[in-house]
T-cell receptor
Framework: TQLLEQSPQFLSIQEGENLTVYCNSSSVFSSLQWYRQEPGEGPVLLVTVVTGGEVKKLKRLTFQFGDARKDSSLHITAAQPGDTGLYLCAGVVGNQFYFGTGTSLTVIP | NAGVTQTPKFQVLKTGQSMTLQCAQDMNHNSMYWYRQDPGMGLRLIYYSASEGTTDKGEVPNGYNVSRLNKREFSLRLESAAPSQTSVYFC???????????FGQGTRLTVV
């Protein structure tokens, strides 16, 4: 059972454009994380959001946790080629992490 | 700083062969995890170990067994490999009470 659905699955944009990736679930999570994965590597944590409605900013990346703690979004402002990668959300329930289906982002110079 | 180390990095098996994927972490983490990653499916949990001496099934445990050998090591065994087990396998670890998971570099397994 896939608890977390991400959209879009693929995204190809020009350098300088803005984009938003969505992570949706019918389940409530104690916290939600966003990871970024490069080819041939394991995922690396970008951010953890814990409180419903929480907004965190990491340079050009803005993360929001839904009020009901069931969904999240990642917004990138002025995307750069270095942002290219696979973005994964992960919901935390106790000791388990449930990962989303992933969004593959390509930023074209 | 080694972090989470997986071996091997690549493996090709014939259907029916067995093998063990090794994972070791040097961060003194209590919890360890095995995931498989397939295109369009994200990461799916196979097994996890909340602490030394305990293991639990995840979403897709069929066809796999695990051993938490000690606090550092968590191995994944395929007793009789099937083509459906062709995937990239990731091991991860996490400190108790801390949200962030640290991942290894993955093992790319092909079953022919």
């Amino acid at each position: 059972t896939q608890l977390l659905e991400q959209s879009p699955q693929f995204l190809s944009i020009q350098e300088g454009e803005n984009l938003t990736v969505y992570c949706n679930s019918s389940s409530v999570f104690s916290s939600l994380q966003w990871y970024r994965q490069e080819p041939g590597e394991g995922p690396v944590l970008l951010v953890t959001v814990v409180t419903g409605g929480e907004v965190k900013k990491l340079k050009r990346l803005t993360f929001q946790f839904g009020d009901a703690r069931k969904d999240s979004s990642l917004h990138i402002t002025a995307a750069q080629p270095g942002d290219t990668g696979l973005y994964l959300c992960a919901g935390v329930v106790g000791n388990q992490f449930y990962f989303g289906t992933g969004t593959s982002l390509t930023v074209i110079p | 700083n080694a972090g989470v180390t997986q071996t091997p990095k690549f493996q090709v098996l014939k259907t029916g062969q067995s093998m063990t994927l090794q994972c070791a972490q040097d961060m003194n983490h209590n919890s360890m995890y095995w995931y498989r990653q397939d295109p369009g499916m994200g990461l799916r949990l196979i097994y996890y170990s909340a602490s030394e001496g305990t293991t639990d099934k995840g979403e897709v445990p069929n066809g796999y067994n695990v051993s938490r050998l000690n606090k550092r090591e968590f191995s994944l065994r395929l007793e009789s490999a099937a083509p459906s087990q062709t995937s990239v396998y990731f091991c991860a670890s996490r400190r108790q009470g801390w949200a962030e998971a640290f991942f290894g570099q993955g093992t790319r397994l092909t079953v022919v």
